[in-house]
């Protein structure tokens, strides 16, 4: 239970083909801006880190100082209690962090929906995870640095990463809903106050 909790909670993503999901073109690219192509490596490799991990392509695509904040992982890794981290806090200091983390954890399936890109970045991702029985939806920024060595012309800085993470709780069978045939909650103070909201 403990390595699927830290598997969401690294945020793992499956393998996409290409630039097949939308995206907007670059209008005016100079040598100092991202490219389109670009803005779709660095996309596909955070996908790649977490579908098919390696410490050498975390090392090859992350800068040294790389950062993750996301309370939506931070919740799956209390298991919706108080701690052991905060919210509001870093997810991952570091780029060593986010390799132990990541390092021996299994893929989840992950599509990606939109992508959005500035000139240096970020890279913005729009997602959705076919779990079941849940399906999970989510956001993804990551901030970019440009490359002046190496292969990888754009290298990923911070990433801030949103999404249903009670959702994820329930298919990791960490919370079990307590609903009604018509799927409101029939317990706990938002399910009364949600059975009393005017339905439009």
Do not use: H
């Amino acid at each position: 239970m403990r390595s699927s909790i830290v598997a969401a909670a690294a945020f793992a993503i499956g393998a996409i083909a290409g630039p097949t999901y939308p995206y907007f073109q670059k209008r005016d690219c100079n040598d100092t801006c991202m490219t389109v192509d670009q803005a779709t490596v660095v996309a596909n490799n955070f996908q790649t880190l977490i579908a098919s991990y390696s410490d050498a392509l975390a090392e090859q695509v992350l800068t040294v100082d790389f950062q993750d904040y996301s309370d939506s992982v931070t919740e799956l890794i209390n298991s919706g209690c108080t701690g052991p981290q905060a919210l509001g806090s870093v997810t991952f200091d570091g780029r060593a962090a986010f390799e132990s983390g990541q390092g021996s954890q299994p893929a989840i399936p992950f599509e990606i929906l939109n992508m959005w890109y500035a000139c240096t970045g970020p890279v913005v991702i729009r997602w959705r995870s076919a779990q079941s029985p849940e399906i999970i939806t989510g956001n993804i920024v990551l901030e970019t640095e440009r490359s002046t060595n190496g292969s990888e012309p754009w290298l990923i800085s911070t990433v801030y990463s949103e999404f249903n993470s009670g959702a994820w709780l329930v298919n990791l069978g960490v919370f079990v809903p307590n609903c009604t045939a018509d799927g409101d909650s029939a317990v706990g103070a938002v399910g009364k106050r949600a059975l009393n909201m005017p339905r439009f």
